[in-house]
């Protein structure tokens, strides 16, 4: 939705037509946007800033990326060693601007021969079956984490995947994927930490897998395995758009993982996680399907306060379990998203909107569709301490008031009110509009959308 004083500029100028699919995209086909940092427009993909009141990531000075790159630090790549020449240092804070074209494998070598995990396993040591045997808990017990031989080289061949597939995204960096050309990154994890001003657009995410998951006898009544990349992971960042990217599990969904002492052999971790103190971070447009532990916000409920301020609007979640997003400490705002819970592909839902830590979440107007099979009291989960404030939020098309449904169930309740009001709620949609997000969203949010 474009704001009145937005149409009345847009008219004066008479410098575009924007069709109903683009307004609702916020940039779609052939549109040219204002920068709202500088009061220009802008006529290309590469150099779109973040729009004003556009979610938390226009606060301050707001989120403009590599747009001041010049054309030594502009680079189209389709490789990882390109990539990789194209991030450079983590530490260097020249804007850049990297164009995707197609898809990238990250278990590639420099050379692009492909990488499996027996070649990260080599020389390390590293057996599963050995691994399994030394940490049965049946002689190894529960009570301690794993130790010795096999998990040293458990580490160090998890080490060896990390140095490969890990791309650490520096400050003033816009990462987009080349229109019409699949763009995307399969098996990688986009590493955005202790760095401002980024933005990434236009990708597709796959695959993301740890060849080598470490057994926690102690993590819950019956131990878990758990890995150790996300598709894209904020850690100590600020002033992050993530725009237009489509995030999944595919080819390998959790269904084909096997169990071992009981336990399923999880290989993924999150699909884009705000952590570690990050901040000003908008999350917008973008699909996720095909997971389980989506977006975390906060990594543990000892985060100190006045971080993690986060805005998610106008995604998609399909085949989606939990963490949509799972939110600690921080002031979250969710708005105009669409949740379909359906079962998909053996994924079923726990919960959407987890509020936890005493985090601040304000979730109105957005879309669940939910089956039979699924309660209502269902789609959210707290405990106890953090608050949901909820408005205008829709279940097959009906206002639903999603935090009474769950507190009428639960033993936990989560808190009514919040300690602060959003101000930056550019595109905002109320009324018929939500009622319609399933399908304006299922024509203008992911990659493979926008264009140059």
Not at 80 to 86: D, E, I, S, Y
Not at 313 to 333: M, T
Not at 414 to 436: C, H, M, Q
């Amino acid at each position: 939705m474009v704001a009145p004083s937005h149409r009345r500029s847009l008219r004066k100028r008479r410098t575009l037509v924007v069709t109903a699919a683009a307004v609702a995209a916020g940039v779609g086909a052939g549109v040219v946007v204002m920068n709202a940092n500088a009061g220009t427009t802008t006529a290309d993909l590469y150099h779109q800033t973040l729009a004003a009141k556009d979610g938390w990531a226009s606060s301050g000075t707001g989120t403009t990326g590599g747009t001041k790159a010049d054309a030594a630090h502009t680079f189209t790549v389709s490789t990882r060693a390109q990539l990789v020449k194209a991030l450079g240092s983590a530490t260097d804070t020249t804007p850049r601007i990297i164009k995707v074209k197609g898809t990238i494998d990250a278990n590639t070598d420099d050379a692009g021969k492909k990488l499996t995990c027996a070649d990260y396993a080599s020389g390390t040591g590293y057996s599963l079956a050995s691994y399994l045997k030394a940490y049965d808990p049946s002689t190894y017990g529960r009570s301690k984490l794993p130790s010795g031989t096999q998990e040293k080289a458990r580490a160090a061949a998890q080490t060896k995947q990390a140095k490969n597939i890990v791309f650490k995204v520096p400050a003033n960096t816009t990462i987009v994927g080349v229109p019409g050309t699949n763009a995307g990154l399969t098996g990688a994890m986009l590493q955005i930490q202790n760095v401002d001003n980024v933005i990434v657009r236009n990708l597709s995410f796959a695959a993301t897998e740890d060849c080598f998951p470490q057994w926690d006898p102690t993590d819950g009544d019956d131990g878990n395995w758990n890995s150790n990349y996300d598709a894209v992971t904020l850690r100590g960042a600020t002033h992050v758009w993530a725009d237009h990217n489509t995030f999944t599990d595919a080819p390998h969904l959790d269904s084909a993982n096997p169990k071992y002492y009981g336990r399923e052999y999880q290989i993924h971790d999150g699909e884009l996680d705000v952590t570690k103190s990050s901040d000003l971070v908008t999350i917008s447009r973008n699909v996720f399907s095909n997971h389980d532990k989506t977006t975390l916000i906060g990594s543990s409920d000892s985060e100190p306060a006045g971080k993690l301020r986060v805005t998610l609007h106008h995604n998609v979640y399909k085949g989606i379990v939990q963490r949509a997003p799972l939110s600690r400490v921080g002031q979250i705002h969710i708005y105009n998203n669409y949740y379909d819970v359906t079962p998909l592909n053996g994924y079923a839902v726990q919960y959407s909107i987890n509020s936890r830590a005493k985090a601040q979440v304000v979730a109105e107007n957005n879309y669940w569709k939910v089956p039979s099979s699924v309660k209502v009291s269902k789609l959210l989960s707290g405990d106890g301490t953090g608050s949901i404030k909820g408005s205008g939020n829709l279940v097959n098309g009906t206002v639903t008031d999603l935090v009474a449904a769950y507190n009428a169930a639960s033993s936990k309740d989560l808190k009514t009110t919040v300690n602060w009001t959003p101000t930056l709620t550019a595109g905002l949609e109320t009324g018929s509009a939500v009622t319609n997000l399933p399908t304006s969203l299922g024509k203008t949010a992911g990659a493979g959308v926008l264009t140059s």
